[in-house]
Nanobody, 125 residues
């Protein structure tokens, strides 16, 4: 079992940057593809991006491509979501998730086995 804990959320101005961290418990972090999602009030959970088990491959939603990047440090059991050029529509609770079945994560939340509790990011205009 894996437990995930996000951190780094808060208030940021539009155009600014923020980095979220996801810390995993357990010794098998490197066997999980990691995904990042976000959910704004009244909306469904939205795929942001995913990174492969070893970190060599990642892909992103079109809405964040070129502005967001995901990385991971398997030695530290951490994944990161670097967000640049933030927009007010990026205001949401951001979640990290772990997928142990695939070498890289899916865009579908249902494919992920473990989730963090989420961290709020608010982008002011």
């Amino acid at each position: 079992q894996v437990q995930l804990l996000e951190s780094g959320g808060g208030l940021v101005q539009a155009g600014g940057s923020q980095r979220l961290s996801c810390t995993a418990s357990g010794r098998t972090f490197s066997t999980y593809a990691m995904g990042w999602f976000r959910q704004a009030p009244g909306n469904q959970r939205e795929f942001v991006g995913t990174i492969s088990r070893r970190g060599g491959t990642s892909y992103y939603a079109d809405s964040v491509k070129g502005r967001f990047s995901i990385s991971r440090d398997n030695a530290e059991n951490k994944s990161y979501l670097q967000m640049n050029s933030l927009k007010p529509e990026g205001t949401a609770v951001y979640y990290c998730a772990a997928d142990g079945q695939h070498s890289i994560g899916s865009t579908s939340p249902s494919e992920y086995e473990y989730w963090g509790q989420g961290t709020q990011v608010t982008v002011s205009s």
